[in-house]
C-alpha cells in the first residue's frame, strides 16, 4: 500500500489541479448527458444492448487496468522483477474461450445477468450463491481500490484522507448513478485514453534522463536481474513463476466466463460483429498496457539507480511512480498523467457499482419480487442501489483508514477466495457437461467452501499455533486460486455417481452440448 510520499506539503501545481479539474467535470457532463437517455432498466444496466463493438472494446481495458495495475505494476517491476508478466502474456488464452464459447452463448441466452444463467442450468441455489459471492467480495474490492488511490492523493493534494475518499467516491457515484452502463463504458473510453496517453508521455522523459539511453536502460536491468520471471522450480511452497501463471488464468476466466462486469459489456453490444470486435479489442488494448507499465518500472529502477536519491530509500513502491510524475513532469503534463492514475482507478469502481446494482436488481429483488413492474420502475431501483453501493464502498475506504490495522485490507485478502470458492468451476461444470446436476453441484459448492475455509484457517496465526505441522506444509497461498476449482469439479462428479441429473430437466440451449 501507499503509506507514505514522504512529500510535506502538496506537490500539485494550479496547473495540475485544473487539468484534473477539468477531466472530473467531463465524467459528471458524460453522465448527465447518458441519463438523459436511460429510459429503462436494460437502457441502465445493458445500455440498450446498442453500443458499438470499438466502444466496449476500449471500455473492457479500462476496466481490467485498474488503479492496481497502474501503481502495482511499475511498483513490482521496480522493486522485484518480471514474475508476473508472462502469466499476462497468456491473457489471450482464457479470451479465446471467451471468444467461442462464453460471449456468444450469454448473448444468445438473452439473459440480463451472469448468474440468472446458473438458476436455469442447477436451481435457485446456484443463482443466489454466485450473486451473493460476487456482492459481498467485489464491495471490498471497490472500497480497496478506492482507499488506495485516495492515499496517493492524499499528498498531492495535501488533503486530510477522509475528505479525498469522499470527494472521489462521490464523484465517481454521481456519473454513474445517473448514467447508467452507458455513462459508464463512454467515460472508460476517455480514461482508457487518458490511462495509455499518460503512460507514454513518462518512458521519454525517464529515458532522456539516462544517460545511454534505452541501451543502457536495458543494460542496467538485466545485470541487475530485473527482467526475470523468479523461480521455476517445480515446488508447491513456493511462489514460482508455474503457479502464478496458473493462478492469473483461472483468475482471467472467472473474469470472462462468470464476471457480472464482463457479462454486461457482452450484451451491451449491438450486434454479434461488434461483440467479437469488442472481445478481441479489449484483449489486444490489455496486454501491451501491463507489459508497457510493467517496463515503466523498470525504467523507474535504472532511472533512481542512476540519479540517487534520499527520498526514495525510505518509499514505499507504489509511491514512486506518482513521486516521479510530480517532480519530473512540467506543471500541466503532471496532471493529465495523476488524471490517468485517476482515470484507472475510476474506470474500475463505476463499472463494478454498476455491476452491483445490476445484480442486485436482476438476481434478488426482480426475481424474488411477486408483482410486476415497468422498466422506468426497476431503473429507479436501480440507481438508488447505486447510491447504498456508493455510500458502502466510501464507508470501507474510510474504516481501513480509521482501522489502521488495515483489518479491511486483510479481511479482503480471504474473503475473495472463501466466496468465490470454485465459482468459475460451477459455471464450467454447467456450460459444459450435463452429466452434472442441481444436488451434486450443491455437494461440491458446500464442500468447496469448507475446503477453502479450512486451508485459511491453517493459513492463519491460529492455525499455525493449533496445528503447526500442517500449517507448514500448506501450499503457496497462490494456489488457493487453482486448486479449490479442481477439487470442486471432482467432488462433483464424485456425487454425480449417487446422486443423478433429473432426466426430466430440459438443458436445451444451457449446455455446448445442445
Not at 454513474?176 to 467515460?187: D, K, S
Not at 467479437?276 to 498496457?289: A, D, E, M, N
Not at 507504489?318 to 510524475?325: C, K, Q, R, S, T
Not at 447505486?386 to 464502498?393: A, P
Request: net charge neutral; proline share 3%.
Amino acid at each position: 500500500m501507499i503509506q507514505n510520499i514522504l512529500i510535506e506539503e502538496s506537490l500539485l501545481r494550479w496547473q495540475d489541479a485544473l487539468v484534473i479539474g477539468i477531466n472530473l467535470c467531463i465524467m459528471v457532463l458524460i453522465g448527465i448527458y447518458a441519463a438523459r437517455r436511460t429510459k429503462s432498466a436494460d437502457a441502465y444496466f445493458l445500455a440498450g444492448r446498442s453500443m458499438s463493438g470499438w466502444v466496449v472494446g476500449v471500455s473492457m481495458m479500462a476496466s481490467v487496468i485498474s488503479s492496481m495495475t497502474f501503481l502495482a505494476m511499475p511498483a513490482y517491476t521496480f522493486e522485484q522483477d518480471w514474475r508476473f508478466m508472462p502469466a499476462h502474456l497468456l491473457y489471450a488464452l482464457p479470451a479465446v474461450l471467451a471468444y467461442f464459447f462464453f460471449m456468444p452463448f450469454f448473448r444468445k441466452g438473452k439473459v440480463r445477468s451472469a448468474y440468472e444463467y446458473l438458476e436455469l442450468r442447477f436451481n435457485t441455489w446456484a443463482r443466489i450463491y454466485a450473486a451473493t459471492a460476487f456482492t459481498i467480495s467485489n464491495l471490498f474490492r471497490v472500497g480497496t481500490i478506492l482507499y488506495t488511490v485516495s492515499l496517493a492523493f492524499e499528498k498531492m493534494l495535501g488533503l486530510p484522507l477522509p475528505i479525498v475518499i469522499f470527494a472521489l467516491g462521490v464523484l465517481i457515484a454521481i456519473y454513474t448513478i445517473a448514467g447508467g452502463l452507458e455513462a459508464v463504458i463512454y467515460t472508460d473510453v476517455l480514461q482508457g485514453i487518458s490511462l495509455i496517453a499518460g503512460g507514454i508521455i513518462c518512458l521519454p522523459i525517464i529515458l532522456s534522463e539516462i544517460p545511454g539511453g534505452l541501451g543502457q536502460l536495458f543494460t542496467e536491468a538485466v545485470v541487475d536481474g530485473k527482467f526475470g520471471i523468479g523461480s521455476t522450480a517445480l515446488v508447491l511452497d513456493e511462489k514460482t513463476v508455474w503457479v502464478i501463471i496458473l493462478n492469473l488464468q483461472f483468475s482471467f476466466l472467472q473474469y470472462f466466463g462468470t464476471d457480472q462486469v464482463m457479462i454486461q459489456r457482452y450484451l451491451a453490444m449491438k450486434t454479434d460483429a461488434d461483440a467479437r470486435l469488442g472481445l478481441f479489442l479489449g484483449v489486444s488494448l490489455s496486454i501491451p498496457v501491463w507489459f508497457y507499465f510493467a517496463f515503466v518500472g523498470t525504467a523507474l529502477y535504472v532511472f533512481y539507480k542512476l540519479n540517487p536519491t534520499d527520498i526514495i530509500l525510505g518509499m514505499e513502491p507504489e509511491a514512486v511512480y506518482p513521486y516521479f510524475i510530480l517532480t519530473n513532469l512540467p506543471a500541466g503534463i503532471a496532471g493529465f498523467v495523476i488524471a490517468a492514475l485517476l482515470a484507472a482507478a475510476m474506470s474500475s469502481i463505476d463499472s463494478t457499482l454498476n455491476a452491483l446494482s445490476s445484480t442486485v436488481t436482476t438476481d434478488f429483488y426482480r426475481r424474488f419480487q411477486n408483482a410486476e413492474h415497468t422498466e422506468q420502475y426497476y431503473l429507479r431501483v436501480g440507481r438508488w442501489l447505486t447510491v447504498l453501493f456508493s455510500v458502502i464502498l466510501i464507508s470501507i475506504a474510510m474504516i481501513i483508514h480509521y482501522a489502521r490495522a488495515q483489518t479491511i485490507l486483510e479481511l479482503n485478502t480471504y474473503l475473495f477466495p472463501v466466496f468465490s470458492a470454485g465459482m468459475l468451476s460451477l459455471f464450467l461444470l454447467g456450460f459444459f457437461t450435463t452429466r452434472i446436476g442441481s444436488k451434486s453441484a450443491a455437494i461440491a459448492v458446500i464442500s468447496t467452501i469448507f475446503f477453502v475455509g479450512a486451508w485459511v484457517f491453517l493459513g492463519s496465526s491460529a492455525g499455525e499455533y493449533l496445528l503447526p505441522k500442517i500449517h507448514n506444509r500448506l501450499p503457496d497461498e497462490f494456489w488457493m486460486g487453482i486448486l479449490p476449482h479442481i477439487f470442486l469439479v471432482a467432488v462433483a462428479f464424485t456425487a454425480s455417481i449417487i446422486f443423478k441429473r433429473d432426466k426430466d430437466k430440459d438443458l436445451t440451449g444451457l449446455t455446448i452440448w445442445n
